[in-house]
C-alpha cells in the first residue's frame, strides 16, 4: 500500500487528490489546481472564433500537440504559445512532486463560489503537468471534464487504513479506543459508551456489533455514491460509447450525440474492461516479480562486491608487501656487497702500506748504510764492497720502478645503482584490465643452418614464421641442465640470436624458444638438441653451419648467469641433434660423415640413447687466454696463448673457457724466469681481484711456485709446502677433475705433492698470476697422464 502513495498524489499540489478530474489525456488532477493552472488564451485561438471562421476543426482540437504548447522545448524553465512568437511567456514553476506546472498569466478573479461552481475565463486553456499536453476549454470550462470517483474511493480506503487506532466517537474528553462498531448507527464505541449509549436491549438489541477493524472492512464495501453525467447532473450512467470511450446516459442518448456510435451496456462494459485490465496486471505482476529477483540479484551483488573489495584489497597489500620485502632483501645485499668492497680496498691500501713500509724501511737502512761507507776512508776496503753496493742500490731503484709508487686501489666505489628501470616499473605498476586484446604471437622456428655448438658453448638462432601476422615483442630462451633436468630461462630480449656459454663438456642440452607479447606467450618451438665437444680431435669435428658477420648474436657467459656480453660468435666443432616432441625427429651425423666432403644430414627416426654414440674418450678442451678479463698489465703474444707482465707486481689472468662438469687438464712450459719469482697456477672464479697473486682471496685455488718449492693458496692459507721448484723449460700441469671435486698440480710430469684441493664445485676458468720475470705458454686438449689415469682406473 505504501508503494501505491506516489499515484494517489496531485502532481500540482503534492498531496493526496480533492475532488480529482479526469483529463482528456487520462492524467487526474485535483479540480482547484486545474483551476489555478489555467491560462487565457488570444481570442484568435478560441474555439469559437476557429468555428466563425469555417474551418471546420472540431471541438477537440486541443488534443492537437502543435496547436497549443506551453512547454519548453529546450526546458529553459519558460514557456510560450506555440503560434505566437509576441505572445508574452510565462515562467513554469515545478510541484512538490517535480513537476513542471505553468501559473495563470493572471490571478483569478475574486469569488465567493465554490472551485468547481466559480465561473472560468473565457477563452482559457489548460495543460497537463505531467505529459505537458495543452488543451483549450470549452464553454463548459473545467465541469467538461469528468471526476474520477474511483480514484477517490481509493484514497479513502487509502487513509483509512494508514489512520491510527480506532477511537470512540462518542468520548467527549480523551477518546479511548474502540472496542465494538454498530453497523446499523456505523458508530465505534469503547466500552463504557456503549454501555450507556447502545445498550443491548429494546431495537438497539437488534443492531450487529463487530470489532472495529471488521466494521472498518464494512464501511469500506458500504455502496458509494454513483457518479452522475457530465452534462445532465441529475441522470445516472448507463450506457458505455465506445467510439468516445466514455460512459455517457439515457438523456445523452435521447439527444443523438451518440447517435451513430456503438453503445453497450455499462454493466457489461464494466467487466469486460476489468478482465482486460486483469490480463494487463498478470503481465505487469510477472515484471514486477522479475525486477524483485533483479532487486535480490542487485542487493547481492552490493555484498559479492563488499566482499571481492575486502579480499582484493588484502591481496594488493600482500603484494605490494612483497614487492617491499623484496626490495629490503635487495638493499641488505646490496649493502652487503658494499661492505665487502669497503674491506676490499681497507685490506688492498693496508696491504699495500705494509708493503710500502718495509721496502722503504729497507731503502732507507741502504741508504744509511752507503752514506757510512762513503765516509770511509780506506780505499781498498771501500773498493772491496763498492760494486755490490751499487748493484743493490740499482736494483733497490729498480724495485721501486714503473707503478710502485701507484696506489693499488682508488678511493671511489666503482658501484653504481641503476635504479632507473625499477622506479619506471613501479611507476608503471597498474591494474591489468581483463579484457579481450589481440591474439599471442605464431611459434618461433629455429633456423638449423645456423644452430651450431663449440667446445662447451651453443649458438641458437630462430626467426617468425613468414605468414605470421601477429608481431612478437621478444623472445624466451630456455635451456635444461645438461642431464634431463627442468628448463630454466637463459635470455629474454628482442634478438634473434644467442650464444651460450660455460656448458658442460660431453654433455646433451635441450633448447627450446618462444615468443611473447602484451597478450601472452606462444607454443613452444620444436626441441633443439645440442651436445657439447668430447673428442680430442675435436679441431677436426666442424659442422659448417655459417653466421653471417654483421649479426652479432647474444652471448651469454653461462646458462646460470644474469650477465650478458655482445660478441660476435664464430661457431666451429659441432655435434648436435635435433628432437621433435612427441615424435623424436632426429638429425644424426657421424664423425665419419662430418668430415666428408659435401656431407648432409640423414633425417631418420633414433631413440634418444642412441643420439651420443662416439668414442668412450675424457673430455678436452681448446682454449686460449681471454684478454678481455685480464688485468690490463698482461701482454698476449702468440695467439693468446703465450702471456707475461710488464709490472714487477703479480697480475692475474684467466683462461677463456670455464669448467663446471668432466675431467680436464692443461699445461703451462715457462718461457722465461728471471730473478727467482713465484709464478701462482691454478683456478679462479671469473671475479677473481686481478691485482694480487692468485689465491690471496677466496676465488682462487692455487700453487705458487719458485726455483725450490711449492705451496698451495687459498684465501690467503698457505698450505703444504712440497720441495722442488721451477725453472726455464719446466712445465707446470693442472688437473681439473670436477666428476671428483679434486685439483691437483704437476711439474714436469710428476704429481706436485698431494691432491691440492678437494669438494671443488661450480664453475672454474684456467688462472695465472705472474710479474715481469716470467714468461708462459699454455697447451691445452692434453689427456690426462698416465699416473692419474692408472691411480683413477685402480679407485
Known amino acids: 500500500m505504501e508503494e501505491m502513495e506516489e499515484e494517489l498524489k496531485c502532481p500540482v499540489c503534492g498531496s493526496f487528490y480533492r475532488e480529482p478530474i479526469i483529463l482528456p489525456c487520462s492524467h487526474n488532477i485535483c479540480q482547484a489546481c486545474a483551476r489555478n493552472i489555467l ?38 524553465g519558460y514557456g510560450s504559445y506555440g503560434g505566437f512568437a509576441s505572445a508574452p511567456t510565462t515562467p513554469c514553476q515545478k510541484s512538490p512532486n517535480g513537476v513542471r506546472v505553468f501559473p495563470p498569466a493572471m490571478p483569478p478573479p475574486a469569488t465567493h463560489l465554490s472551485p468547481a461552481l466559480a465561473p472560468v475565463p473565457r ?74 449509549c447502545h445498550p443491548p436491549r429494546g431495537p438497539l438489541a437488534k443492531h450487529r456489533l463487530v470489532p472495529p477493524a471488521q466494521g472498518r472492512v464494512s464501511r469500506r464495501l458500504s455502496p458509494r455514491k454513483v457518479s452522475t453525467c457530465t452534462d445532465h447532473e441529475l441522470e445516472n450512467h448507463s450506457m458505455y460509447c465506445v467510439q468516445c470511450k466514455m ?39 510477472d515484471r514486477a516479480k522479475e ?57 688492498v691500501v693496508r696491504d699495500q702500506i705494509s708493503h710500502c713500509t718495509v721496502k722503504l724501511r729497507q731503502t732507507t737502512g741502504l741508504m744509511e748504510y752507503c752514506l757510512e761507507v762513503i765516509k770511509e776512508n780506506d780505499p781498498s776496503g771501500f773498493l772491496q764492497i763498492s760494486d755490490a753496493l751499487i ?42 584490465q581483463m579484457k579481450t586484446s589481440s591474439p599471442v604471437p605464431a611459434t618461433p622456428i629455429l633456423q638449423l643452418e645456423e644452430c651450431c655448438t663449440h667446445n662447451n658453448s651453443a649458438t641458437l638462432s630462430w626467426k617468425q614464421p613468414p ?10 630462451l630456455e635451456l635444461d641442465d645438461g642431464n634431463g633436468g627442468q628448463f630454466r630461462e637463459v635470455y629474454v630480449g628482442k634478438e634473434t640470436m644467442c650464444t651460450v656459454d660455460g656448458l658442460h663438456f660431453n654433455s646433451t642440452y635441450n633448447a627450446r624458444i618462444k615468443a611473447f607479447n602484451k597478450t601472452g606467450v606462444s607454443q613452444y618451438s620444436k626441441t633443439l638438441v645440442l651436445q657439447t665437444s668430447e673428442d680430442t680431435d675435436s679441431e677436426e669435428q666442424t659442422v659448417p653451419f655459417p653466421v653471417p658477420s654483421e649479426r652479432l648474436p647474444l652471448r651469454r657467459m653461462s646458462p646460470f648467469s644474469s650477465t650478458l656480453n655482445l660478441q660476435p660468435s664464430f661457431p666451429r666443432r659441432s655435434y648436435f641433434d635435433f ?14 660423415s662430418l668430415n666428408a666432403p659435401g656431407c648432409n644430414f640423414e633425417t631418420q627416426p633414433a631413440p634418444y640413447s642412441q643420439l651420443v654414440d662416439i668414442k668412450k674418450l675424457l673430455a678436452v678442451a681448446w682454449f686460449a687466454f681471454d684478454p678481455g678479463s685480464a688485468h690490463c698489465d698482461i701482454i698476449f703474444s702468440n695467439d693468446n696463448l703465450t702471456v707475461t707482465c710488464s709490472s714487477y707486481d703479480d697480475r692475474v689472468v684467466l683462461g677463456k673457457t670455464g669448467f663446471s662438469k668432466g675431467v680436464h687438464y692443461w699445461e703451462l712450459t715457462v718461457d722465461r724466469y728471471d730473478n727467482h719469482p713465484d709464478p701462482a697456477f691454478g683456478v679462479a672464479r671469473n671475479n677473481v681481484m ?38 726455464k723449460g719446466a712445465t707446470i700441469g693442472v688437473l681439473l677433475d670436477l666428476n671428483r671435486k679434486t685439483l691437483t698440480f704437476f711439474i714436469n710430469d710428476e704429481q706436485q705433492g698431494p691432491i691440492a684441493f678437494e669438494n671443488v664445485e661450480g664453475l672454474f676458468f684456467p688462472a695465472v698470476s705472474l710479474n715481469r720475470n716470467v714468461q708462459v705458454t699454455l697447451h691445452t686438449g692434453l689427456p690426462v697422464p698416465d699416473c692419474y689415469s692408472s691411480r683413477a682406473s685402480i679407485a
Open 467 to 476: 605468414l605470421s601476422t601477429v608481431p612478437a615483442e621478444g623472445y624466451i
Open 690 to 727: 686481478k691485482d694480487v697473486m692468485l689465491g690471496k682471496d677466496d676465488k682462487a685455488w692455487a700453487m705458487y711456485v719458485d726455483n725450490n718449492r711449492s705451496w698451495f693458496m687459498h684465501n690467503n692459507s698457505h698450505t703444504n709446502r712440497t720441495e722442488g721448484g721451477i725453472t
Open 291 to 347: 525486477a524483485k529477483e533483479f532487486l535480490v540479484q542487485l542487493r547481492n551483488m552490493v555484498q559479492q562486491i563488499q566482499e571481492n573489495s575486502v579480499e582484493f584489497e588484502a591481496c594488493l597489500v600482500a603484494q605490494c608487501d612483497a614487492l617491499i620485502d623484496a626490495l629490503n632483501r635487495r638493499k641488505a645485499q646490496l649493502l652487503a656487497r658494499v661492505n665487502k668492497e669497503h674491506e676490499h680496498k681497507l685490506k
Open 391 to 432: 748493484r743493490r742500490v740499482h736494483l733497490t731503484e729498480d724495485q721501486w720502478g714503473k707503478g710502485t709508487l701507484t696506489p693499488r686501489m682508488t678511493t671511489d666505489f666503482d658501484l653504481s645503482l641503476d635504479n632507473s628501470p625499477l622506479l619506471q616499473s613501479i611507476h608503471q605498476l597498474d591494474f591489468v
Open 579 to 592: 628432437r621433435s616432441s612427441p615424435h623424436q625427429l632426429s638429425l644424426h651425423s657421424s664423425l665419419q
Open 247 to 285: 460512459p455517457v446516459c439515457y438523456q445523452c442518448l435521447e439527444e443523438g450525440k451518440h447517435s451513430s456510435h456503438e453503445v453497450k451496456a455499462l454493466g457489461a462494459m464494466w467487466k469486460l474492461h476489468k478482465s482486460q485490465l486483469s490480463q494487463a496486471l498478470n503481465g505487469l505482476s
Open 123 to 196: 477563452n482559457s486553456c489548460i495543460t497537463c503537468p505531467q505529459c505537458h499536453r495543452s488543451l483549450i476549454l470549452d464553454d463548459r470550462g473545467l465541469r467538461g471534464f469528468p471526476k474520477n470517483r474511483v480514484l477517490e474511493g481509493v484514497i479513502d480506503r487509502y487513509q483509512q487504513s494508514k489512520a491510527a487506532a480506532l477511537k470512540c466517537q462518542l468520548c467527549e474528553k480523551a477518546p479511548k479506543e474502540a472496542t465494538v462498531m454498530c453497523e446499523q448507527c456505523d458508530v465505534f464505541y469503547c466500552d463504557p459508551c456503549r454501555l450507556r
Open 39 to 76: 491560462v487565457q488564451t488570444p481570442e484568435s485561438e478560441s474555439p469559437q472564433s476557429r468555428r466563425a471562421s469555417g474551418s471546420g476543426v472540431s471541438d477537440y482540437d486541443y488534443l492537437d500537440l502543435d496547436k497549443m504548447s506551453l512547454y519548453s522545448e529546450a526546458d529553459s
